[in-house]
C-alpha cells in the first residue's frame, strides 16, 4: 500500500480520476509515495519552525486543530520517525488531550511564510506527562510553565508547492534587519560629514 494512501483515500482517488490528477499521483506512488521517516530538508525545516497547527479528533471523527508555537526549532526531532514538543499550560480546555485519549490519529501542518513553504505531517500522537521526557523537550530559558509533552509518531509527510501562500515575515526578523539598515545608514552619515568636513563643504 504506498504511503500516500493515508491521504489519499479510495473516496479521494475517485475524485482525482475526476478531475483528471489520478494519473500524477499515481505515478508518484509507483515510485515511493510520501517520505515515512525524516529526512534532512524535514530537519532543516523543524529547526526554524516556531509556529504549528496539531488536529486531532474525536473517536466518532470530530475534528479540531490547536495552534502551537515556541522558539524556533520547538518541535524537536526525536529520532527518524518521532516528534515532541513541550506542550505549555493554556486555557485548560483539554480539547487536544482528550482527543488524543480515544484517538490517536493526528496531524501536523507546518507553514514557512517568509520563504513560501508548507510541509503536512500524518501520524499518531500521544501525550507524556513523565518530566524527563518534558525536561528534554522544554527549551531552555523559554519564559512558559510545561504541563506535558506531545510525542508523535510519523506515518508519512509532504511538502507542498508555494501556490496561493502569501509571503510573510516574522517581527524579530524584519527589526533586526531594520536595525542593520539604520547601523549602515549611520555609519555613511557620517562618513559623509566626514569628507564634506574633509573639503571644506558645510554639513
Known amino acids: 500500500m504506498p504511503s500516500s494512501d493515508i491521504a489519499f483515500s479510495p473516496a479521494v482517488k475517485a475524485v482525482q480520476a475526476v478531475r483528471g490528477s ?25 529547526a526554524e519552525v516556531d509556529t504549528a497547527y496539531l488536529a486531532t479528533a474525536t473517536a466518532d471523527g ?4 490547536q495552534h502551537r508555537g515556541g522558539r524556533r526549532g520547538f518541535i524537536r526531532l526525536i529520532d527518524s520517525k518521532t516528534l515532541g514538543f513541550a506542550d505549555y499550560r ?22 514557512d511564510y517568509a520563504h513560501r513553504r508548507r510541509i503536512k505531517i500524518w501520524g499518531r500522537a500521544w501525550v507524556s506527562q513523565d518530566p ?4 528534554e523537550l522544554m527549551p531552555e530559558d523559554y519564559r512558559a510553565k510545561p504541563e506535558q509533552a506531545i510525542l508523535f509518531r510519523i506515518e508519512a509527510w509532504d511538502a507542498n508547492c508555494p501556490q496561493h501562500i502569501p509571503q510573510k515575515f516574522d517581527a524579530d526578523d524584519i527589526a533586526t534587519a531594520v536595525a542593520r539598515l539604520e547601523d549602515r545608514i549611520a555609519a555613511l552619515e557620517a562618513e559623509n560629514a566626514a569628507l564634506r568636513s574633509r573639503i571644506g563643504e558645510p554639513r
Open 132 to 135: 524527563a521526557v518534558i525536561a
Open 22 to 46: 489520478r494519473e500524477i499521483y499515481a505515478r508518484m506512488e509507483a515510485r515511493d509515495g510520501f517520505p515515512t521517516a525524516a529526512t534532512d530538508e524535514l530537519a532543516d525545516f523543524l
Open 62 to 65: 470530530q475534528p479540531y486543530a
Open 90 to 111: 493554556g486555557n485548560r480546555q483539554y480539547v487536544t488531550t482528550g482527543n488524543l485519549a480515544e484517538n490517536d490519529r493526528a496531524f501536523l501542518f507546518l507553514m
